[in-house]
């Protein structure tokens, strides 16, 4: 049904969207008719219904129905994962750092590599192992506080950091930003290629900074 109406969507996305408030207003107004209620109501789920066949987000339902962010084939986003003084590597636990989540790190990871300089790259550094650390003690004397189980849950899918994977590493002293980039089928149901690149370490411990500069130059190019 996309390709047909795909032609017109200049004109559809506009007047569906100024459609929906002109309505929603004029149901506000003659909200004691218990036929505008009503009808607000259907008109609400056709559009959320027809946003679902047709596959393509409208708004103003964007975010409310499961096509609110179809993905591209191709992904690339950014990890920052923890090394310890052996050279020992673990991803993120984004708690360690809130209110920071996986699409938050992505963007902090990207500026670090691309735009951040050297001595911008060694606050974050030293702000991330200084959190990481203080995390890392949180977790290993038996976790968080029983009282933030009454937190919302989390709405992404992360690894959470357990005292015995821990116990697998000596002490934090750098982080490391690599570029990932997974390529998906047509289906969006297998991966095709899942790549990562070495961008570059910042040595909190030690002050320094080693880029990965074939890596930089070629996505700067």
Not at 86 to 98: F, M, Q, V
Request: glycine fraction near 4%; charged fraction near 25%.
């Amino acid at each position: 049904m996309l390709q047909y109406i795909e032609p017109f969507t200049d004109i559809i996305f506009p007047v569906v969207y100024i459609l929906f408030f002109v309505g929603t207003i004029a149901a506000l107004a003659l909200a004691n008719r218990r036929f505008v209620r009503k009808a607000w109501l259907a008109c609400f789920f056709a559009l959320l219904l027809a946003v679902t066949v047709v596959g393509m987000t409208v708004m103003p339902v964007v975010e409310m129905h499961k096509f609110s962010q179809p993905n591209s084939e191709e992904m690339t986003y950014y990890e920052i994962r923890i090394v310890d003084s052996a050279g020992n590597e673990l991803e993120l636990d984004d708690r360690a750092t809130p209110p920071m989540t996986g699409s938050r790190t992505s963007s902090v990871g990207q500026n670090m590599a691309y735009q951040y300089d050297d001595e911008e790259r060694m606050e974050m550094g030293r702000f991330y192992i200084e959190n990481v650390n203080r995390y890392r003690e949180t977790v290993e004397s038996g976790g968080p506080p029983i009282y933030t189980a009454l937190e919302p849950p989390r709405y992404v899918d992360d690894q959470q950091w357990t005292a015995e994977q821990l116990e697998n590493y000596e002490e934090f002293e750098s982080i490391s930003i690599y570029e990932r980039t997974i390529v998906v089928n047509e289906d969006s149901d297998a991966v095709e290629r899942n790549e990562e690149t070495h961008l570059v370490t910042i040595d909190v411990a030690n002050e320094t900074v080693t880029e990965n500069e074939t890596a930089l130059e070629d996505e700067s190019a």
